[in-house]
C-alpha cells in the first residue's frame, strides 16, 4: 500500500512530505491509520543532529490511531481498536524484560537506533529504498507499522488528538511524579522546566496529592500556566536565590521531590540544590549524549536518591487506560496541553515553532 509521511532525508534539512510504500505485514506487525501525531523535543534533536540515526527515517513517536490491520499471532489488539502507540515496545522476555524493566528491553535497545522494528527490518520503502522507522513508531505518516506491545487499545470516547499526547509527553511528566518518583500526600514537589513534560509532571504531583508543588521556568506565560496544572508557588529560574526560596517553602529542608524537565545540563544540578536530605532527583529532560554534567560534592551529602528517567516509569499497558479515564473524569489536563493542530503539510512551520520554544504541543491532525 502507499501513503504520505514526513520524511528526514538529512540532518538539519526540512522533512519532505513525500510517498511511501509500506510493505507486507509479518506476524506480530500492527498496521495503524493514524488519526493524530504530535510534535516531540525529541523529533527536533533528530533533526538538529543531536541524537543520531540513520536517514531517510519518518519521525514521530506520539500518536494515536485505529488498528487497521494485524499480522498472522496478534491477539492483543483488534480491526478497528483505538489506540495509543508507544515508543518503548518490548519483547517481554528478555534480561531486561523479565527484570521488569521494559524500558530497557534488549531488541528494542538494539533495534531502535537502527530505524528498524523489533525484528531488525523496515516495513518501509520509497522506490525501492529502505525508509527507517523512529522509535519504532514513526507517527507523522497516514499509515505505520509497530508490534503489537507498541498498539495499546483506549477507549473509543477520548478524541484523538487528545489522545495521542499521552503517548509521549504526559507519560514522562505524569508518569515522572506518580510511577517514578511516586510522591507522596502531603508531600513538597518542585518542577524545573513548564514544557509539556513539566507541566505534566504538575498534574502528576497535584494527583499524587502533594501539598506545595512548586514550577519553575524562565517564562512567565508559562509559569502562569504552571497554576492551572497544580503548582501552588512560581519562581522565576533567573531568580539567583531560587535555591533559598525552594527552601523557604520546605521549612528550610529542601523539597521531598524534585523534578527536572528543563532539559539543562545546569539546571540538572540545580535539582540536586533543590532537594532535602534523603529527598528523590528525577531527571526528566535530556541535554546532548556528549555534554557534561557536574555538581557540586556538597550536595550529594546527607543522601539523595537521582534518577534519570526515560519514560517516566510508564507502563503504557497499564497506564495509557489509566491516563485516559483520568482525562475523561475531568482529573487529567488534555485540552489545555494543545496549543495548535496543523496539516501534515505544514509539519516543518510546528518544527519550527517548537524550536523557539512557543506553544505547549502542536498536533498533526489526519482525515478521518
Ligand atoms: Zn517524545
Ligand atoms: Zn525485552
Known sequence: MRFRAAVLNEVGK????????????QAGDVLVRMRASGLCHTDLEVIQGSLAYPMPIVLGHEGAGVVEEVGAGVTQVCVGNHVILSWNPHCGHCFYCERDLPILCEPFRHHQPKGHLLDGTSRMQR???????????????????????????????????????????????????????????????????????????LQGAKLAG??????????????????????????DARDTNAVGAVLDLTQGRGADYVLEAAGNANVFAVAVEMARPGG?????????????????????????????????????VRDFPWLVDEYLAGRLKLDELITRRIALEDINDGFAMLARGEGIRTVVMFDG
Not at 488528538?161 to 508518569?175: E, H, S, Y
Not at 508531600?187 to 513539566?198: E, K
Open 14 to 25: 526540512d522533512l519532505e512530505i513525500d510517498e511511501l510504500e509500506m510493505q507486507p505485514l
Open 127 to 201: 522506490g525501492g529504498q529502505t525508509v527507517h522507522h523512529y522509535s519504532i513508531t514513526s507517527t507523522h505518516a497516514e499509515y505505520t507499522v509497530v508490534p503489537e506491545s507498541g498498539a495499546i487499545t483506549i477507549s473509543k470516547d477520548i478524541p484523538f488528538d487528545r489522545a495521542c499526547i499521552i503517548g509521549c509527553g504526559v507519560m514522562t511528566g505524569v508518569g515522572g511524579a506518580v510511577r517514578q518518583a511516586q510522591v507522596e500526600p502531603g508531600s513538597s514537589v518542585v518542577v524545573l522546566g513548564c514544557g509539556a513534560v513539566g507541566l505534566n509532571a
Open 210 to 235: 502533594a501539598a506545595t508543588i512548586i514550577a519553575v521556568d524562565i517564562n512567565s506565560e508559562k509559569r502562569a500556566i504552571a497554576r492551572d496544572f497544580g503548582a501552588t508557588h512560581t519562581l
Open 280 to 316: 528523590d532527583v528525577v531527571w526528566l529532560g535530556k541535554v546532548n549524549v556528549d555534554a557534561e554534567v557536574s555538581f557540586r560534592w556538597g550536595t550529594l551529602m546527607g543522601e539523595r536518591r537521582m534518577v534519570r528517567s526515560s519514560y517516566g516509569n510508564g507502563r503504557p
